[in-house]
């Protein structure tokens, strides 16, 4: 499972939420697991948007699985 938005004051994080894309999104300045469901890109685990970034040759923030 994937861990998002670990920082100082929240060490551990939230666990991933398997029904949600995996890629790494950012509300000012706190990281949190992007909200839209799965299904495209490298074995299903993003969403059309992220999966759309990908492709046109963009980096996104994916956590490490533990």
């Not at 029904?19 to 969403?47: F, I, N, S, W, Y």
Request: glycine residues 12%.
């Amino acid at each position: 499972m994937r861990r998002y938005g670990c920082w100082v004051g929240e060490p551990k994080g939230r666990l991933e939420n398997v029904e949600r894309c995996v890629a790494e999104t950012r509300t000012g300045m706190h990281a949190h697991q992007c909200t839209r469901k799965r299904g495209h890109g490298p074995d299903g685990l993003l969403c059309k948007k992220h999966a759309k970034m990908i492709a046109a040759g963009r980096n996104l923030s994916v956590p490490e699985d533990e």
